[in-house]
């Protein structure tokens, strides 16, 4: 892991990667060792590894991700979120960040808003673009909950998308609900993945979240 890989790993080695993410991924180097492997080959590098199937006419050809890997990328997002939150957390109640030079003024801070927004959306993307080529049937139950739960977040934080950039004052409606659907989807995201969540709590979640899917 310590050198980067100039090839497209093997089928040999992606099984081996594989065995090693799936015993590591729980461990305290879990999140380190995922995030050096996509680094290291690359998530082109790691789709063309999968094993090809014999071609069917009745069956259309999809590249999937190994489960280990999606679950890696479910707790980036929540890592990624929750570091953009806690930099916005800074920018408002910190006061050294706050009078700082990059956060002095309400454009800035502003423009501090506007910026998360944009990690959050490119987060919802990643996720989004990773999971299209499974089903339903393919995925458990978990992944499908991620997968509507992250189509919704993504949903709500596109309608704001125009009146939140435009805004030009911290009290704007779009600033203050951006607030609210952050920090609702990071809440129901973690609910949701945590292992010890209850079958009928994560349809709960769904159920209030997802007002525009029918569950």
């Known amino acids: 892991?310590?050198?980067?890989?100039k090839k497209p790993i093997t089928k040999e080695t992606k099984k081996e990667l594989v065995k090693v993410m799936a015993t590591e991924i729980k461990s305290e180097v879990g999140d380190k060792l995922i995030q050096e492997v996509v680094e290291d080959v690359g998530i082109e590098a790691l789709e063309k590894s999968q094993p090809k199937r014999k071609k069917r006419k009745y069956l259309k050809k999809t590249t999937m991700m190994p489960k280990e890997l999606i679950e890696a990328?479910?707790?980036?997002?929540?890592?990624?979120?929750?570091?953009?939150?806690?930099?916005?957390?800074?920018?408002f109640f910190d006061k050294e960040t706050g009078s700082s030079e990059n956060f002095n003024t309400q454009k800035k801070k502003l423009e501090a808003v506007k910026g998360t927004h944009y990690i959050f959306m490119n987060e919802l993307e990643t996720i989004q673009h990773c999971l299209?080529?499974?089903?339903?049937?393919?995925m458990n139950l978990k992944h499908r909950s991620v997968r509507r739960l992250c189509n919704e977040a993504y949903k709500r934080l596109t309608d704001l998308t125009t009146d939140l950039h435009k805004a030009k004052r911290l009290n704007h409606w779009a600033v203050t609900q951006f607030a609210k659907e952050?920090?609702?989807?990071?809440?129901?995201?973690?609910?949701?993945?945590?292992?010890?969540?209850?079958?009928?709590?994560?349809?709960?979640?769904?159920?209030?979240?997802?007002?525009?899917?029918?569950?």
Not at 73 to 91: H, R, T
């Open 73 to 91: 990328l479910f707790k980036e997002c929540i890592v990624q979120c929750n570091n953009a939150m806690n930099s916005i957390f800074l920018v």
């Open 182 to 215: 952050m920090t609702l989807f990071v809440t129901n995201l973690h609910v949701i993945l945590h292992e010890q969540t209850p079958k009928k709590e994560r349809s709960r979640v769904l159920k209030e979240y997802c007002i525009s899917e029918e569950l």
């Open 1 to 5: 892991m310590n050198k980067p890989l």
């Open 132 to 138: 299209k080529p499974y089903t339903d049937a393919t």
